[in-house]
Nanobody, 124 residues
Framework: QVQLVESGGGSVQVGGSLRLSCVFS?????MAWFRQAPGKAREAVAS????????SYADSVKGRFTISQDNYKKTVYLQMNSLKPDDTAIYYC????????????????????WGQGTQVTVSS
């Protein structure tokens, strides 16, 4: 059973930055960040395969968010810059041990393991 623990959430003003961390108990090939705002469905933010060989981003965060992975520290990061109020959500780390085709990387159902989430609030 892979365990994922997120941290780094908090409150920030519009235009600010945060870096989320997800510590994993053992390596899995595909990891991702999802988010869920109140009253909305969980949506994919970014994914990373094989430590960085392939990265994918939601259109809404391209150019502002960066996903990265440090296998020595067993941590996946989500650097979030130029934050907007629409980025307010609970952010979840997810993992799947294998390759996911691009059309599946954004599907929550494709991931086996999930963290407990960390709240990000962006205020204007």
């Amino acid at each position: 059973q892979v365990q994922l623990v997120e941290s780094g959430g908090g409150s920030v003003q519009v235009g600010g930055s945060l870096r989320l961390s997800c510590v994993f108990s053992e390596y899995t090939s595909t990891m991702a960040w999802f988010r869920q705002a109140p009253g909305k469905a969980r949506e994919a933010v970014a994914s990373i395969f094989n430590g960085g060989d392939v990265k994918s981003y939601a259109d809404s965060v391209k150019g502002r968010f960066t996903i990265s992975q440090d296998n020595y520290k067993k941590t996946v990061y989500l650097q979030m810059n130029s934050l907007k109020p629409d980025d307010t959500a609970i952010y979840y780390c997810a993992a799947f041990n294998g390759w996911l085709p691009e059309f599946r990387r954004g599907e929550a159902s494709a991931y086996t393991y999930w963290g407990q989430g960390t709240q990000v609030t962006v205020s204007s």
